[in-house]
T-cell receptor
Framework: DAKTTQPPSMDCAEGRAANLPCNHS???????VYWYRQIHSQGPQYIIH???NNETNEMASLIITEDRKSSTLILPHATLRDTAVYYC??????????????FGEGTQLTVNP | GAGVSQSPRYKVAKRGQDVALRCDPI?????LFWYQQALGQGPEFLTY????????KSGLPSDRFFAERPEGSVSTLKIQRTQQEDSAVYLC??????????FGDGTRLSIL
């Protein structure tokens, strides 16, 4: 799986949009970008994933650049409960051999009141 | 419940003891994963099951670690002759094949 690079920490004001960047310059054509987050003392929580088109769900939006070498996770209106470590992961989807998730260090997002 | 359930939530054992950690996946999920998370680090893959078949155990750190899923549902991770370096949070995740993994809240194992 391709390696990802994320900033170690970010701060965001409550109610503002949180934009979390991820670089994955060695991503392959069949690799998807996944985002998970982990709130303290809980297991990782799936947020969103995409291949090359922008994606949106009830939790967040995922913007992938045209060359697919980077992406941004957007939390449109951050709340205190969004304080967590956010992991960007790239992996092949749907194949047994690529089923594992390879977590990096992630970004510690702190939402401030 | 609807999510992945892990038990016990916390486990304290003396060095050298054997421990068993249980995972109840989401009903109908074929795929089941175990991860180990050291303090301040991201989770690291241990092993993967598809139904009862253990298809990948390349992440198990030593032969003291053993996982099983005999009926393709509940899984148990067993650690024999525990060492202090085994102290970590052990996470279980389940999914439909090729779909996003859903995690339990883990078992925090402390070896004294």
């Amino acid at each position: 799986d391709a390696k990802t690079t994320q900033p170690p920490s970010m701060d965001c004001a409550e109610g503002r949009a949180a934009n979390l960047p991820c670089n994955h310059s060695t991503i392959s054509g069949n690799e998807y970008v996944y985002w998970y987050r982990q709130i303290h003392s809980q297991g990782p929580q799936y947020i969103i994933h995409g291949l090359k088109n922008n994606e949106t769900n009830e939790m967040a939006s995922l913007i992938i650049t045209e060359d697919r070498k980077s992406s941004t996770l957007i939390l449109p209106h951050a709340t205190l409960r969004d304080t967590a470590v956010y992991y960007c992961i790239v992996r092949v989807r749907g194949e047994t051999s690529g089923s594992r998730l390879t977590f990096g260090e992630g970004t510690q997002l702190t939402v401030n009141p | 419940g609807a999510g992945v359930s892990q038990s016990p939530r916390y486990k304290v054992a003396k060095r050298g003891q054997d421990v068993a950690l249980r995972c109840d996946p989401i009903s109908g999920h074929v795929s089941l994963f175990w991860y180990q998370q050291a303090l301040g680090q991201g989770p690291e893959f241990l092993t993967y099951f598809q139904n009862e078949a253990q298809l990948d155990k390349s992440g198990l750190p030593s032969d003291r670690f053993f996982a099983e899923r005999p009926e393709g549902s509940v899984s148990t991770l067993k650690i024999q002759r525990t060492q202090q370096e085994d102290s970590a949070v052990y996470l279980c995740a389940s999914s439909l094949v090729g779909q996003p993994q859903h995690f339990g809240d883990g078992t925090r194992l402390s070896i004294l």
